[in-house]
């Protein structure tokens, strides 16, 4: 991202990559998620157990609106009984490191 | 940061860090106050005209909650008549790079 673009998205609130940016951040558990599936793929289950202090309809909600988003994939495997798992897909691998960077600004704050 | 903080952080979503950062991150203006920030201090009346579409209540709102959290700071000048202006800290300087370098993820996803 050169200066150009970081002028044109602080001068407009409503630009499209600030609103992007904060729709993947924000939400209580979208970061959470989105670092549980970093290392492998999870069944829903797997992640209903991963998660356990949120409610079922709140979970599945967030799942979708990831997956509406771009972050995650759904992968349907033809078994018997048929599996389906969550995972990242390439743009969400390809911003993980940046992902995993923002926490540090919640542990600079933290330090007294 | 280790690889040890960040298995405490993505093993707990309560997790003070995760709660800090997001509540700095989130809001829908408070990424764009900082910003707005980044150059220079600026009285209230500067930051109600470069925000344009916020209402008042929730511009001061948003004002005291990222003073609140350390992220601005109110200076007072002894001039008449008084002047104040919003700044950023010193903290909130040294985390403006990952606060820039997280828009490229809302550039990212908006690439078709």
Redesign the interface.
Known sequence: ?NDN??TQ??SD??H???????????G??R??II??L?EQDRRYGELRRM?P?VSEKVLIQELKALVA???LQKKSYNEVPPRVEYGLTE?AR??LP?????????????VP
């Open positions: 991202m673009t970081h998205i602080f609130v409503s499209p990559v600030l609103k992007k940016t904060l729709d993947i951040i924000c209580k558990w970061l959470y670092f549980q970093s998660v202090d988003l771009g972050v743009k390809e911003v940046i992902l995993q960077q923002i926490m540090v600004i919640g542990k600079t704050f933290l």
